[in-house]
């Protein structure tokens, strides 16, 4: 069953769009202001729904904080003439702004868009942390060649195969050799 945060001003508005989803096969905590949202451990939420306004806020700003916090799909719910302007405000967070009035077959829709989106945004922040780690592997790999290319007049091609049969040897990381000879040869030559 999937977690379901719903932030609205009052009790009776999170207890409508809960009955709204019943049947939809999702465990529902409802929160009426955006300092009680903040304060919850909001990484076990599949979803967020926030409802504006909040009871202590307008809610778009925690509408962010939860984007921040957690890998949720989230639906802002806001009245017609001011959806727009909502969904422009918070275009940077991934979620989805549903106009009022709406209908039950709109709201689980959303929803389940705002999750695939949501899961999509994660797939891809991962991917760029597994890159930019992999680039900045290149980068220490390639210092620490042309180090030992430059104290051990090592060719490129033997510089590099000196790193990988350490590693292979030591059972390390091509980096961690890397790193390992940048600091060695720092220590000899502390004035280069």
């Known amino acids: 069953m999937k977690k379901l945060l719903i932030v609205a001003k009052t009790q009776d508005i999170c207890d409508g769009i809960a009955q709204l989803l019943s049947g939809a096969e999702y465990e529902v905590t409802s929160l009426t ?3 009680e949202a903040r304060a919850a451990e909001l990484s076990i939420y599949d979803s967020v729904i926030i409802s504006t306004p909040l009871g202590d806020e307008f809610g778009l700003d925690l509408v962010a904080e939860v984007s921040r ?3 949720a799909g989230i639906v802002v719910l806001a009245k017609s ?7 422009r405000r918070i275009r940077f967070t991934g979620a989805f702004v549903v106009a009022r009035p709406f209908t039950r077959a709109v709201l689980i829709q959303t929803l389940k868009n705002a999750g695939v989106a949501r899961q999509n945004v994660s797939r891809l922040e991962h991917e760029n942390a597994e890159l930019t780690q992999k680039l900045s592997d290149a980068r220490i790999i390639s210092r620490a060649k042309a180090t030992i290319m430059e104290y051990l007049k090592l060719s490129e091609e033997q510089a590099h195969r000196h790193i990988q049969k350490q590693a292979m040897d030591l059972r390390k990381t091509q980096r961690e050799i890397a790193e390992d000879i ?4 720092q220590r000899a030559h502390p004035d280069d």
């Open 33 to 35: 202001l955006g300092v």
């Open 81 to 87: 003439e001011i959806a727009d302007e909502a969904q």
């Open 182 to 185: 940048l600091k060695t040869y």
């Open 69 to 71: 916090q957690c890998g």
